[in-house]
C-alpha cells in the first residue's frame, strides 16, 4: 500500500523552503511571536540564532523547513535534530512553531507531520539497530498544542523545574561531614561513581536500567562534561553520594556564565545526614572559583525532598520543562513516504 505524500497548506504570499542563514533575524521575531502563548527558548538574541544555523551546516537543506514571505517573515518553521553522542537509543528532537496569525490553518499538523517523516527518514540511514524516541520538549504550549501532539501519537513523559542560583550571593555554612572526603571524576573512578548513580535512582519513575558504558558515554561524551567540577563522595573507600556537572558551551548567553549539576544523588542509605547539601555546596562553590554567575540544575515536578534541599540552598525556579515523546520503529518508509 502506498502512502500518501505530505502536501503543505497553502499560505498566500508565502513559499515553503528550508531555513538558510539570513533567517536568524525572522526566526527569532518567529520565537518572540509565540512567546505569549507557546513560551520561550533558551535562544535570546538574534545571533544566537544565527549561531544555531551556522551550527547545522548542510542539515540545514534537509532538516529544516519554514513558510517565508517576500520580506523574509516567517509563518512557520520546523527543524529536525539527533542527538548523536547517546549509545542507548536514537534521540530525535522536533521544533516547530506556528505564528498565531496563522493557527487554526492546519500548518500545526502539517509541521509537526513533516518533522516525524523527516526523522523517519535520517533514521533509515543509521547503520545501527537502537530503540528510537521522537521529542517534543518545550517550556509551555496552549492546551489546543497539546492536543495537536496527543492527536499525532505523542505521551506526557515528564516534566521538571529548572532551577537557577545566583552565585554572587553568599554560600550557606554547610560542612562536610565528619569522616567524607571528596574526590573529582577520572575514568578509573567511573564504576564508583556509576555505582551511587544506580542506588541513587533505580527506584525512581523511568530509570532507564543502562549499563555502565552507556551512562559514562551519555553523561561525559559531549564538550560541555567537565570532570574537575564533577564529584564523588567517600566514607572511607565506599562512594555514598555525587554530582556530576556541566558548563554548557552552546545556546548560551556566555559559555563561561552558566554551570550545570547534571546529575546529584545519594545512597537511600546514607540520606537525611545532609550530604546532599555538603555535595551542593562544594559544587557550588567550585562553580564560583571558575568564574561562573550562576548554578542550574533540574528537578522532577514530583520530587518534594530534592525541590526543598534545592530551595534551602538558594535555588529558585526560573522555568517548567515539559517532554511529550512518541517511540518509533527503525523500518524504513514505506513506499511514497517523502520526508
Not at 6 to 13: A, E, I, R
Request: proline share 5%; glycine share 8%; aromatic share 10%.
Amino acid at each position: 500500500m502506498t502512502a500518501t505524500r505530505l502536501s503543505p497548506p497553502t499560505v498566500p504570499g508565502y513559499t515553503w523552503r528550508a531555513l538558510c542563514l539570513d533567517d536568524a533575524p525572522a526566526l527569532h521575531q518567529l520565537e518572540l511571536d509565540c512567546e505569549p502563548a507557546d513560551g520561550g527558548t533558551d535562544l535570546s538574541t538574534v545571533e544566537q540564532y544565527r549561531e544555531k544555523l551556522q551550527g547545522a551546516g548542510q542539515r540545514l537543506t534537509t532538516d529544516t523547513l519554514c513558510a517565508a514571505d517576500s520580506a523574509g517573515r516567517l509563518a512557520a518553521s520546523a527543524w529536525v535534530t539527533c542527538d548523536v553522542h547517546l549509545r542507548h537509543e536514537y534521540r530525535f528532537f522536533l521544533d516547530g512553531r506556528v505564528h498565531s496569525e496563522y493557527r487554526g490553518r492546519g500548518l500545526g499538523s502539517f509541521v509537526l507531520q513533516w518533522m516525524e517523516t523527516r526523522a523517519r527518514r535520517i533514521l533509515t540511514a543509521q547503520k545501527e539497530d537502537r530503540p528510537s524516541v521522537l521529542r517534543l520538549d518545550f517550556y509551555d504550549r496552549s492546551d489546543d498544542a497539546l492536543d495537536l501532539f496527543e492527536r499525532h501519537g505523542f505521551r506526557f513523559a515528564f516534566a521538571e523545574d529548572e532551577m537557577m542560583r545566583d552565585l554572587s550571593l553568599p554560600m550557606p555554612a554547610v560542612q562536610l561531614p565528619d569522616g567524607m572526603s571528596l574526590v573529582t571524576w577520572g575514568s578509573q573512578r567511573a564504576s564508583l561513581f556509576f555505582n551511587v548513580y544506580q542506588d541513587a535512582f533505580r527506584e525512581g519513575p523511568g530509570f532507564p536500567h543502562w549499563s555502565e558504558e552507556v551512562w559514562v558515554h551519555n553523561l561525559t561524551g559531549g564538550a560541555s562534561f567537565r570532570p574537575e567540577l564533577s564529584l564523588l563522595m567517600l566514607q572511607g573507600a565506599e562512594p555514598v553520594g555525587f554530582a556530576a556537572c556541566h558548563v554548557e558551551t552552546e545556546g548560551a548567553q556566555d559559555p563561561a556564565e552558566v554551570g550545570w549539576i547534571a546529575e546529584l544523588g545519594v545512597r537511600p542509605a546514607w540520606r537525611r545526614r545532609g550530604l546532599g547539601s555538603a555535595v551542593l555546596n562544594e559544587v557550588m562553590r567550585r562553580f564560583q572559583a571558575e568564574g561562573l554567575l550562576w548554578a542550574a540544575l533540574a528537578v522532577n515536578i514530583d520530587s518534594d525532598s530534592a525541590l526543598g534541599l534545592y530551595q534551602r540552598l538558594g535555588f529558585e525556579r526560573w522555568k517548567r520543562r515539559t517532554s511529550y515523546q512518541k517511540a518509533v520503529g527503525s523500518h524504513p518508509l514505506r513506499d511514497g513516504e517523502s520526508p
